[in-house]
């Protein structure tokens, strides 16, 4: 069973700057899928970004495009979000995911998920 924690999540100013971690236990990260999702008080939880086994492939929801940036480490059983200039419209609690099989597109676009994690609270205030 895998299991992922979130951390980095915080109270930050809009303009500001956090680095998401997403570290993964009981299983073999390259194996997954992995994305991050957000879900704000009152809305959906969305697909924010996702990116293939080996990351030769990343997904971008067109609001966070340019702003935000996927990573992984399969060896260090690691995965980031850096995210940049980050608007009040950001807050959300982010969520970490794997999923053994979809492309990065259906993942984040269709939720098709495995594993949650716990997620972690961004809140960007003035």
């Known amino acids: 069973q895998l299991q992922l924690v979130e951390s980095g999540g915080g109270l930050v100013q809009p303009g500001g700057s956090l680095r998401l971690s997403c570290a993964a236990s009981?299983?073999?990260?390259?194996?997954?899928?992995i994305g991050w999702f957000r879900q704000a008080p009152g809305k959906e939880r969305e697909g924010v970004s996702c990116i293939s086994k080996r990351a030769y492939d990343t997904y971008y929801a067109d609001s966070v495009k340019g702003r935000f940036t996927i990573s992984r480490d399969n060896a260090k059983n690691m995965v980031y979000l850096q995210v940049n200039s980050l608007k009040p419209e950001d807050t959300a609690v982010y969520y970490c995911?794997?999923?053994?099989?979809?492309?990065?597109?259906?993942?984040?676009?269709?939720?098709?998920?495995?594993?949650w994690g716990q997620g972690t609270q961004v809140t960007v205030s003035s």
């Open positions: 009981g299983g073999t990260l390259s194996d997954y899928v």
């Open positions: 995911a794997a999923a053994s099989s979809p492309t990065v597109q259906r993942m984040c676009v269709s939720t098709d998920v495995d594993y």
